[in-house]
């Protein structure tokens, strides 16, 4: 898919927005893929619930690869996205993953998985957008499955009330409003427009489906700009929001700080 620079710009900018500001709480890819964690934490701690939908474990461990991979595909262009705090949440630690310990190459665009694919040559210029642009896109192909499957845990947890506690309905709720702000970030309809065959039809919320929406409306309203946050932290007054270039929002999004380790 040819694409000019700034529609790269655009893009990217979309996606490291909805990485630091995405969901409820405005708390990004690092609350959901903690969450993630947790909730497959208290599923390997409950044997019975195990055994009876062991293809649970499956779709958790394909939702920590796809963060694991949406990180990947953005650090060699952006560094700081190993390393990067929510400026209002940086008080969070994350917990490593307790599921199936699966190696670095199944993560798309770790070093160890460009060198056993050609498209590797992506990671040769680092400084290119549209580069990054393309390795985003190859990660965020997978969003419309994640959704299927996700939506099918809850519909599956919803149907057997007996078997988790309440919590992770709650956390699948973030998961599917975290995929749906990728989805849009990166105009995935107009994607798959030219690669149809990596399209799944994903099911329909099978909660409430109106408050679902609701929620995700009130969410993406919420999301502010880093300046507006900084001004929030101050005390100062918010003013007007200005458009800012991709640059200076990711030196705000990004600033360094001690490397989090995501996966054991």
């Known amino acids: 898919m040819k694409i000019d620079s700034q529609t790269a710009e655009r893009v990217l900018n979309n996606v490291l927005e909805v990485c630091l500001y995405s969901g409820t709480r405005a708390r990004g890819i690092f609350n959901v893929m903690d969450d ?11 044997p ?12 958790l461990t394909d939702n920590d690869r796809f963060f694991e991979s949406l990180l990947a595909a953005l650090r060699p262009t952006f560094p700081a996205a190993s390393a990067w705090r929510n400026p209002v949440y940086d ?14 190459e199944e993560i ?55 078997a988790l506690s309440p919590g992770p309905e709650s956390w699948l709720e973030e998961f599917d409003l975290f995929f749906m702000d990728v989805r849009q970030a990166v105009d995935l309809d107009e994607i798959y427009k030219e690669r149809p065959n990596m399209r799944t039809i994903y099911r329909p919320w099978p909660g409430k489906e109106q408050e679902h929406m609701n929620r995700l409306l009130a969410a993406r309203r919420a999301q502010l700009t880093v300046e507006d946050r900084k001004c929030i932290l101050s005390g100062r007054q918010v003013e007007t929001p200005k458009r800012h270039s991709l640059a200076a929002r990711v030196f705000g999004l990004f600033h360094s700080g001690d490397t989090v380790c995501h996966h054991k």
């Open 91 to 104: 008080h969070c630690i994350f917990r490593g993953w307790p599921g199936r310990n699966y190696g670095e």
């Open 48 to 59: 019975d619930t195990r055994s009876r939908f062991i293809w649970m474990e499956d779709v």
């Open 36 to 46: 993630n964690r947790a909730f497959m934490q208290i599923l390997l701690e409950r």
């Open 108 to 162: 798309i665009w770790s070093e160890a998985w460009a060198k056993r694919n050609t498209t590797g040559k992506l990671l040769a210029n680092r400084k290119s957008l549209k580069d990054c642009y393309s390795r985003v896109v190859e990660v965020c192909l997978f969003t419309d499955r994640l959704l299927d499957t996700n939506r099918q845990v809850l519909e599956t947890l919803l149907a057997n009330p007996d």
